[in-house]
């Protein structure tokens, strides 16, 4: 499959620079960033939360978990983690459990960990499990912009 038509085209609109990577399939961040040589705070990860009748995609390192209460903190009400079945639903051109990091092409509410910012390279998956992205720290910053920041991971 490669990167998804919806990254892909966020990315272009964006006129952020990107390269492709293509690693053996893995199910989880955490093992995409072993099998790509990644350290795992640079490989950002997409979790699925419901928020306030809706969704809220909450963008942490690989290396880290969502704190769900650090988020209510920062949204100001209750979160808790969405299905596999609901996060799929709304990626509908990503494969099952390929979580992408971008919410705003997808009109989904994101926060973004703080632990992501000021770094030289971002990665993250291209909508598979196959497929790494990577983009500068600057260019994830401008992909990012807007969008609240805060501590959110443990």
């Keep these: 499959m490669g990167i998804a038509l919806t990254m892909q085209e966020y990315l272009e609109d964006n006129h952020v620079t990107y390269d492709v990577a293509k690693h053996s399939k893995t199910a989880s961040s955490a093992m995409t960033a072993e099998a790509s040589h990644v350290p795992g705070n640079e490989l950002a990860k997409g979790v699925v939360l419901r928020w306030d009748g809706s969704y809220l995609l909450a963008v942490v390192p690989a290396s880290r978990q969502v704190d769900l209460e650090k988020v209510r903190e920062l949204v100001g009400e209750p979160v808790e983690l969405a299905t596999e079945d609901e996060a799929s639903a709304l990626f509908p051109d990503c494969d099952t459990g390929a979580v992408p990091i971008f919410g705003a092409p997808y009109r989904i509410a994101s926060v973004v960990d ?5 770094r030289d390279d971002i990665y993250f998956e291209g909508g598979d499990h196959r ?13 990012m ?10």
Excluded: A
């Design 114 to 118: 703080d632990g992501l910012e000021r």
């Design 131 to 143: 497929t790494l992205v990577h983009v500068s720290g600057d260019g994830f910053e401008r992909l």
């Design 145 to 154: 912009y807007g969008m609240p920041h805060g501590r959110i991971s443990g």
